[in-house]
């Protein structure tokens, strides 16, 4: 989980870098792709192809809503907010998955799992509060909204996933849901190419998309989606999805982490307590029952 939320906490990053210059199309086309190309040599040598086929409807779907719909969501916000508050939207997650698990699932909220929820909603707001970057009156509402609906669809997805995609291993899974969502939106980004700016000059071909933009985009590919995947999936067969989705409550403390390090951001006493907190929260809402 750990290792999962500082994977998935560099990816805000990398969408910062890369959805400005390219648009959120080619950036969810080319994450889902280059992800699924990643790992489908996997896929083939263990004879999975065929049962991918077979749930090509149900894995379509939920890779729409696991990916292809957040990854268009996630990259039309990061062209207006920056990265370290969207990682702590993203922590809205586990909130969602509670609720859905709830009324989907009939998963019963014990005393444990209610007060980790509550516990690490309160270290996201404390952290949030003391982000001098998150406050709502210097963004668009619509980009909030994109954000929280974003989550709200990985939320539901990994629900989606405990009912209908149980017979699949994690590896089919990955691969399914990110290759076959990922080829309905490649025509489109291949047609309409790279729709953004960079230092104020449109970026309309492929040919002017930098360097460290492709750089970014290999990253947000192989790394923040292809293995953070791998990694999800494990997580969902391993602990449930309610559970598995608390991960969200990590990625603000990575995010900031990555800031600091990469991007030169101060790491005040503020945030240490915070990321503290979420821990703490993180690890009551995992317990048993």
């Given amino acids: 989980m750990i290792s999962l939320a500082a994977i998935w906490g560099g990816s805000f990053l990398f969408l910062r ?15 889902l792709c280059g992800a699924a190309l990643l790992l489908l040599p996997l896929v083939i040598y263990r004879g999975d192809l065929a049962s991918i086929l077979r749930h090509r409807g149900a894995l379509l779907l939920g890779g729409m809503l696991s990916s292809g719909l957040p990854f268009i969501g996630l990259s039309l916000a990061a062209k207006q907010l920056p990265a370290g508050l969207m990682s702590i939207l993203n922590a809205t997650t586990p909130m969602w998955g509670a609720l859905i698990g709830w009324a989907w699932h009939g998963e019963r909220l014990h005393l444990a799992r209610m007060a980790g929820l509550g516990v690490g909603l309160a270290g996201v707001v404390l ?20 954000m929280l609906a974003s989550t709200m669809s990985y939320a539901f997805f990994a629900h989606y ?12 899974n990955t691969v399914g849901t990110l290759g076959l969502s990922g080829l309905v939106m490649l025509l489109p980004a291949l047609y309409w190419g790279p729709q953004g700016t960079t230092h104020s000059v449109q ?3 492929w040919s002017e ?7 970014a985009l290999s990253a947000l590919s192989f790394v923040c989606t292809g293995l953070a ?10 602990i449930g999805p309610t559970r598995a989705l608390t991960v969200t409550f990590l990625i603000p403390v990575f995010g900031m982490l990555w800031g600091a390090l990469l991007l030169g951001e101060q ?12 821990a703490a929260g993180t690890w009551l809402a995992n317990r048993p029952a």
């Fill in 17 to 31: 870098m890369a959805a400005p210059v390219v648009g959120p199309l080619v950036v969810a086309a080319s994450r």
């Fill in 127 to 146: 952290l949030a509060s003391g982000a001098s970057t998150a406050s709502s009156d210097s963004f668009p509402l619509g980009a909030w909204a994109l």
């Fill in 161 to 172: 996933a405990r009912t209908y995609l149980q017979a699949l291993s994690p590896i089919s």
């Fill in 203 to 205: 970026v309309s071909h």
């Fill in 209 to 215: 998309v930098p360097h460290v933009t492709w750089l």
């Fill in 229 to 238: 995947y791998m990694v999800f999936y494990r997580l969902l067969d391993k």
């Fill in 267 to 278: 790491v005040t006493a503020r945030m240490v307590a915070c990321a503290t907190v979420i």
